[in-house]
């Protein structure tokens, strides 16, 4: 039989790699899309040499063209981290804008179901706690995270249209925080920010107080709920996410404990716009795709800490890798 045909933007990154992962398992053929800007062609190295996978090193904020037909598309290409935001914001507004648009427009030119990468950004600085889907979310559009954030939510309410005007198959992923083997070591996350501190022999820096709260969900379970969610039949929103809510105080205490490391925790300002609290309501995830998390924290930083420990030595240093300066805003 044919093989079903797959478009994963944002290839390279962190999630798109797991991505390309589980449908290369599921004898899909993937076709991998990657500007490269802050994904790692290393992520996904040991699939170039399948015959169900190529590499197309594309920006889609530009024009997108795929020959042959395509099943599914998944739109996963943006920075995702708040330092990046800082550093191409308007490369961040476009690919969530334009590449969405485009995406869309391909998606209908190829009859294929499209889901989104959304975020839990969304809600902002949220004012209930748990957020279920139907919240609407406390923005500040003009602030250091309003690039991502409106640009996720544009993204949504395009998709909406496109799925009522032109009846085109689509979901909705509202992702929240989530972490595993591939995160980018050096881009300002809490996760790798700690564990690359505990590693260099640093202190670990707290932003704030550490009162404020995030609920990490490892990255299989994301893609297991991902992989549900476009399978189903539901193009709602769906919240993606663990709720096992922790204060980043605490969460520095247990990387301490995990790293074994014998520095100390130091406080730095908190950044404008940072979200007090953070923790996905999953009660539609878990009724509509029998879904829910599986992997506590403890497992998956065991398994995350170990992937950041084997990393060459080069990887560690305190410098990001790339000049984001020479690309086209
Ligand atoms: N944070 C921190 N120290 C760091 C990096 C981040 O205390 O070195 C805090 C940050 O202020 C936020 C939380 O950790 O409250 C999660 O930050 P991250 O950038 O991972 O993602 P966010 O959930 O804010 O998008």
Redesign the pocket.
């Known amino acids: 039989m044919e093989r079903k045909r797959v478009l994963i933007t944002g290839a390279a990154g962190f999630l798109g790699s797991h991505l390309c992962d589980r449908f290369i398992k599921e004898d899909y053929h993937v076709i991998a899309m990657d500007n490269l800007i802050t994904g790692d062609l290393q992520n996904i190295e040991h699939l170039f040499s399948l015959e169900n996978f190529e590499f197309c090193h594309h920006d889609v904020s530009k024009y997108v063209y795929v020959p042959g037909k395509l099943d599914y598309i998944l739109h996963f290409a943006s920075p995702a ?2 330092i990046d935001y800082l550093k191409i914001p308007i490369q961040t507004l476009k690919v969530g804008s334009l590449g969405t648009h485009n995406l869309l427009g391909l998606a209908k030119n190829k009859n294929a179901r499209m889901i989104i990468a959304s975020t839990s ?1 969304v809600y902002g600085d949220p004012s209930v706690n748990p957020q279920p889907e139907e919240y609407w979310g406390n923005v500040n559009p003009v602030g250091p995270r309003g690039v991502y954030d409106e640009a996720k939510r544009f993204q949504e309410a395009m998709t909406m249209a496109y799925h009522t005007f032109h009846g085109l198959e689509t979901r909705i992923v509202r992702i929240f ?1 989530t972490y595993g083997p591939r995160m980018r070591l050096n881009d ?4 790798p ?2 564990i690359g501190q505990a590693l260099r022999g640093e202190d670990l ?4 107080d ?1 009162s ?1 709260t ?1 609920s990490f969900c490892y990255v299989d379970d994301l893609v297991e709920g991902i992989y549900r969610l476009l399978l189903s039949d539901y193009s709602q929103p769906v919240n993606i996410g663990n709720p096992d809510e922790i204060t ?1 105080g605490q969460f520095a205490e247990e990387i301490i404990k995990l790293t074994g490391t014998t520095q100390k925790v130091i406080y730095k300002e ?2 404008t716009d ?2 007090k609290q ?1 923790r996905p309501d999953i009660t539609k995830a878990r009724a509509i795709l029998d879904w829910e998390p599986k992997v506590n924290r403890a497992d998956g930083l065991k398994i995350t800490y170990e992937y950041f420990k084997n990393l060459p030595a080069e990887a560690l240093v305190n410098k990001e890798h790339k000049d984001f300066t020479t690309y086209n805003r």
């Open positions: 981290s708040p950004e925080n300002g996350r809490v996760l920010a700690f820096t707290v932003f704030g550490g404020q995030r980043i908190l950044p940072d979200p953070r």
